[in-house]
């Protein structure tokens, strides 16, 4: 080939590089692009004003619940609801799922009540937790089907966690390989540092960091395998008061997917307007395709 010729075939399979990867993005933005819609269609939905923020006990909550159960019925779960009493009286409902046949499973878990209202004033809870609740449907029915999944949509969690200790006694029959819980995913208000918004925090992920960024791949989240840097936060959110704590007390591995608390966690500006839905959407796809090769 004569000399010159060179650049110019390189040019050209440059080129063809360049065409072939925008391909194989095509089908990746568009489902980033749905799963975004649908994430903004829920949180939309959980804080709503006719949910009340969902408090334990109350209407609101009850109409959440009713919503979550006709959806995962339509995705062909076995629903059961566990009920409870909170230390305030309260009755509470975990709505577990079951797909059928299921064994020697993996434990998808997120909040869904929150502090209803005050007053007057309404807490909302879009980032805490309706973004949960969001990503775990969004799960749902990506591993329809599949036989080692269980869901769990915890209330009680703004009354002592007393959902969560339900759900422990409720599941203690079953082999669970590990939990993943989601909890507080769609703000990129307070980012671990202030270079990077596309972030994720997976407290208890270090040991599956390979795996994770495997799963990362053409994402590009920015993962953190600690709470802020402070190992004393990182303790007190993995360990002490998140609903998950039950079953690491039973020496369960977990997971916790978080972007961590802002200034608008439990309050009134923690509305649906305030979240990220484009990060968001990348970081419930990377938990998706990381628990596909689970």
Same mark, same amino acid.
């Given at each position: 080939?004569?000399?010159?010729?060179?650049?110019?075939?390189?040019? !050209?399979?440059?080129?063809?590089?360049?065409?072939?990867?925008?391909?194989? &993005?095509?089908?990746?933005?568009?489902?980033?692009?749905?799963?975004?819609?649908?994430?903004k269609r829920d949180v939309e939905f959980?804080?709503? &004003?006719?949910?009340?923020?969902?408090?334990?006990?109350?209407?609101? @909550?009850? =109409?959440?619940?009713?919503?979550?159960?006709?959806? !995962?019925?339509?995705?062909?779960?076995? #629903?059961?609801?566990?009920?409870?009493?909170?230390?305030?009286?309260?009755?509470?409902? @975990?709505? #577990?799922?079951?797909?059928?046949?299921?064994?020697? /499973?993996?434990?998808? %878990?997120?909040?869904?009540? =929150?502090?209803?209202?005050?007053?007057?004033?309404?807490?909302?809870?879009?980032?805490? @937790?309706?973004?949960?609740? /969001?990503? !775990?449907?969004?799960?749902?029915?990506?591993?329809?089907?599949?036989?080692?999944? *269980?869901?769990?949509?915890?209330?009680?969690? @703004?009354?002592? %966690?007393? =959902?969560?200790?339900?759900?422990?006694?409720?599941?203690?029959?079953?082999?669970?390989?590990?939990?993943?819980?989601?909890?507080?995913?769609?703000?990129?208000?307070?980012?671990?540092?202030?270079?990077?918004?596309?972030?994720? *925090?997976?407290?208890?992920?270090?040991?599956?960091?390979?795996?994770?960024?495997?799963?990362?791949?053409?994402?590009?989240?920015?993962?953190?395998?600690?709470?802020?840097?402070?190992?004393?936060?990182?303790?007190?959110?993995?360990?002490?008061?998140?609903?998950?704590?039950?079953? !690491?007390?039973?020496? *369960?591995?977990?997971?916790?997917?978080?972007?961590?608390?802002?200034?608008?966690?439990?309050?009134?500006?923690?509305?649906?307007?305030?979240?990220?839905?484009?990060?968001?959407?990348?970081?419930?796809?990377?938990?998706?395709?990381?628990?596909?090769?689970?």
């Amino acid at each position: 080939m004569p000399i010159s010729a060179r650049p110019a075939k390189i040019i !050209l399979i440059l080129c063809l590089l360049l065409v072939s990867n925008a391909a194989a &993005s095509a089908p990746a933005n568009e489902r980033l692009a749905a799963l975004e819609s649908a994430l903004k269609r829920d949180v939309e939905f959980f804080s709503d &004003s006719l949910c009340a923020g969902r408090k334990t006990g109350s209407p609101g @909550n009850t =109409g959440a619940a009713f919503h979550i159960i006709r959806r !995962l019925r339509a995705l062909g779960y076995e #629903v059961q609801v566990n009920s409870f009493t909170t230390p305030s009286g309260a009755v509470g409902r @975990n709505l #577990v799922a079951f797909p059928e046949g299921c064994r020697n /499973a993996t434990l998808l %878990m997120a909040g869904y009540d =929150g502090l209803g209202k005050m007053g007057e004033k309404l807490y909302p809870g879009a980032d805490s @937790n309706a973004s949960g609740v /969001a990503a !775990l449907l969004a799960l749902a029915e990506r591993f329809k089907g599949r036989s080692d999944i *269980i869901l769990a949509f915890v209330d009680g969690h @703004n009354a002592n %966690m007393a =959902g969560a200790e339900a759900l422990k006694a409720f599941l203690a029959r079953h082999r669970l390989r590990k939990v993943v819980s989601l909890d507080i995913l769609g703000s990129t208000l307070a980012p671990p540092d202030r270079y990077w918004k596309d972030y994720l *925090i997976i407290l208890g992920g270090s040991v599956f960091q390979r795996s994770l960024d495997k799963a990362n791949y053409g994402l590009a989240l920015h993962l953190y395998y600690n709470y802020y840097g402070s190992r004393s936060f990182t303790e007190l959110f993995y360990r002490k008061v998140s609903d998950h704590k039950f079953f !690491l007390d039973r020496g *369960i591995p977990v997971l916790m997917f978080t972007s961590g608390i802002t200034m608008n966690t439990n309050r009134e500006g923690d509305t649906s307007e305030s979240l990220d839905y484009p990060v968001f959407a990348k970081r419930v796809e990377l938990i998706g395709s990381w628990l596909e090769n689970q």
